[in-house]
């Protein structure tokens, strides 16, 4: 093996990728192998040093060390506390007993770097090109000037209606990308041609009885503003109605983005190997072709749960099917096995309502990864990441490789080039884990650790800028507003060309929907932040919960939205020895059993009560005949179905019935979808502080 020279160079700036990458390439003329190291100070690239390894030698132990495209994957130990994706340094083509599977059969043929196109195929995408939204948003160039506008978070906003979205708020960081016109003005999308004689019988996706279904207004309407290639946040996303609608129209978009970037790619390969040859013959050599980002994932889909995932995957196989072919999906009977639903634990004749159907249906493991390529109509699934186009994935699957700051086995690497994100069911996320989510947005688009073998003249400019974040576009989806979801947007969303978000205001809230006559008592307290904890739970110990100590006041239920508050007041009432039961997501079959027995027969006067648990087993609590919301229901239906529980108390109890329901200024969202939004800001802005309404006669307001 030859001598190795080290040849430390000092870059200032931004310069020093695109530095780097010129040394690297008129090196690789002259030498047979060429490593490099970079090492940053600072993620914003102001001071970089890059150490250059080179040697005109290979061994064959140094190839091993390299890594493969082939030998690139994620596995999970069995125990499923750890993962470890390190696809750059070639310890992965050892498999660990317990390892998750990864295709590594499939490589080649779904590999970008050795496949290529048509003549004919070429031409047809250089006539596209000008028209076409996807390439104009990839090519446009940002200087220094737009970015700095980007990050200092000015912002125009205009406000515009279409006929089935409603009102859309488009916030616009760049004058000359300007806000979304009038539905009338815009154009769908320009389809790859695989998908160009399929796209409108997209809801034959999900329709399983073969029936042609028109594709809808909504859909279109969605079509057009994800084409735009803004940031999409649409919080309207009923599971039962508009769910599969949704979900089909974003896989089309991300399915014709996937198609376009590796038709470019495979495209600029031919017109490559056509430059080299004539380049030997003696003509002059041409512009770079820069099409890829620093790793191949362009587009990452967060869903809830592996039955969710299926459906997304089903669906991307409809979208490629034409008539009388049938796409190759590798592994697809495994992906079957492993997302589908055993048949033996779903449980029989289990009365729930549409939407908790909805969201459960298909297998609910919210543990789960996987990687998808897709290359001339054909499928990969179970891709290693770095070998993939698309990853579809929980929260938790991907944080466990992820891992955290100090962790030695972790890796973040390939979420660098990300150029679409879908955050879809994004409620569902709210009652699993929502630091996961956030986790993972922190990790979106940094700077990569490792060259993972990625060809440096092929880069587009903007991603060895490390300006990837501004080309991303993220699109968001849930069937309720919430501030926490809004977060996602204002505070990791920075695409150049602006964001869409849906803002209808809800006319009639969810207490329309309660059947059983009952006072709702809505008692606002003074509270300094949106999440101030301190003073809600003390106005609750001061001047709600008194009114309820005498035995009078038995079997009332006390619904809490949040877990951190359900166990304070549960350590509170533990210390007073109030007579209580509680049950939450983390509470056993026996104790919930125990619980509602308790509180029904009335030998606990209190039963505290979370949301999560409502969401996850929507029982009915027999016996109530006293409400409190500690704070109003994260999603407006769980109030009309929480009071509708008291039409099971014994006939003759309703005259005592109460409701008492907490809120804050800063609850105006969930207010307006209780109460609708004239009473909420009517409420919001009122002198008084206590309101009373009551259904199942004539409405009142105090």
């Known amino acids: 093996m030859a001598e190795r020279q080290q040849l430390p160079v000092w870059f200032k ?161 760049l004058e000359k990308f300007g806000p979304i016109g009038p539905q009338t003005d815009t154009n769908l999308p320009v389809f790859h041609k695989l998908v160009e004689t399929r796209w409108r019988d997209l809801n034959q996706t999900f329709n399983h009885k073969g029936q042609a279904e028109e594709i809808s207004p909504l859909q279109l309407e969605l079509l057009a503003l994800m084409g735009s290639y803004k940031d999409l946040y649409y919080p309207e996303t009923c599971p039962v109605k508009q769910g599969p609608h949704v979900r089909s129209a974003y896989c089309l978009h991300v399915l014709n983005h996937v198609l376009k970037a590796n038709s470019q790619v495979l495209a600029h390969n031919s017109q490559l190997k056509e430059q080299k040859s004539r380049t030997k013959a003696g003509a002059e050599p ?112 991907l944080r466990t490789v992820l891992g955290a700051e100090g962790e030695r086995k972790r890796d973040f690497d390939f979420l660098s080039s990300i150029e679409l994100l879908v955050v879809d069911q994004a409620d569902v996320f709210l009652m699993q884990n929502w630091e996961h989510v956030l986790h993972v947005m922190k990790h979106m688009n940094l700077q990569p650790l490792d060259s993972h073998g990625v060809d440096f003249s092929r ?58 006559q009952l006072p709702h008592v809505f008692q606002m307290f003074s509270s300094a932040s949106f999440i101030d904890h301190d003073a809600r739970f003390q106005f609750f110990i001061d001047k709600v919960l008194p009114q309820y100590k005498d035995s009078v006041m038995s079997h009332t239920l006390i619904y809490i939205p949040s877990y951190f508050d359900y166990v304070r007041l549960r350590n509170y009432m533990k210390k007073e020895e109030m007579n209580f039961a509680s049950v939450c997501e983390y509470s056993s079959k026996s104790e919930v059993s125990r619980a509602r027995h308790f509180f029904q027969k009335g030998e606990k006067q209190f039963m505290l009560f979370t949301e999560r648990f409502h969401f996850y087993k929507r029982y ?70 206590v309101h009373l309404f009551v259904t199942g006669g004539e409405d009142k307001n105090v």
């Open 286 to 397: 041409q512009d770079e072709l820069r099409d890829q980002g620093l790793t191949r994932p362009k587009v990452l889909i967060l869903v809830p749960f592996r039955g969710s995932a299926l459906q997304v995957v089903h669906t991307l196989i409809s979208l490629l099917e034409t008539k009388g072919k049938k796409v190759m999906v590798s592994n697809k009977k495994k992906f079957k096995e492993e997302f589908g639903e055993d048949e033996d634990e779903k449980p029989p004749n289990l009365q729930r309502p549409d939407d908790y159907n909805a969201i459960f249906t298909g297998n609910v493991d919210d543990h789960f990864r996987i990687g998808v390529s897709i290359l001339k109509g054909s499928m990969r699934l179970y891709a290693p990441f770095y070998s993939s186009d698309i990853i579809i994935t929980s929260p938790l699957g």
């Open 13 to 173: 700036g931004r310069s020093c990728f695109i530095l780097a990458r010129l040394l690297i390439s008129s090196f690789s003329f002259h030498f047979l192998n060429v490593t490099l190291f970079i090492s940053t100070t600072t993620l914003d690239f102001t001071e970089c040093v890059c150490v250059f390894s080179i040697s005109d030698e290979i061994d064959a132990e140094e190839g091993s060390e390299g890594g493969d495209e082939d030998e690139k994957g994620e596995g999970e130990p069995a125990d499923g506390e750890e993962a470890l994706m390190e696809a750059g340094d070639g310890e992965d083509d050892r498999k660990e007993p317990g390892d998750e599977f990864v295709d590594k059969e499939h490589e080649s043929q779904f590999c970008l770097e050795t496949n290529f196109t048509g003549k004919g195929e070429q031409e047809e995408t250089r006539d596209e090109d000008s028209k076409d939204m996807f390439v104009q948003h990839l090519d446009t160039e940002l200087d220094e000037e737009d970015v700095q506008k980007i990050t200092s978070g000015c912002k125009s906003k205009t406000q515009i209606t279409w006929p089935k979205l409603g009102t859309l708020l488009c916030t616009n960081p």
């Open 459 to 516: 880069v587009r400019m903007w991603n060895l800028n490390n300006w990837a974040r501004h080309y991303r576009q993220t699109l968001v989806f849930s069937s309720i507003q919430d501030p926490q979801i809004n977060n996602i947007l204002s505070k990791h969303c920075a695409n150049y060309r602006g964001q869409i978000v849906i803002k209808n205001i809800p006319k009639t809230g969810s207490i329309c929907q309660v059947l059983v």
């Open 620 to 689: 009915t609590i027999k016996g109530i005949q006293n409400l409190i919301f500690y704070g109003l229901p994260s999603f407006p239906h769980f109030y009309s179905e929480v009071c509708n529980m008291l039409a099971t108390a014994t006939q003759g109890e309703e005259a005592s019935w109460t409701c008492t329901a907490l809120y804050s200024r800063y609850d105006a969202h969930k207010l307006a979808a209780i109460t609708g939004a004239q009473r909420a800001g009517q409420m919001l802005n009122s002198n008084k502080a």
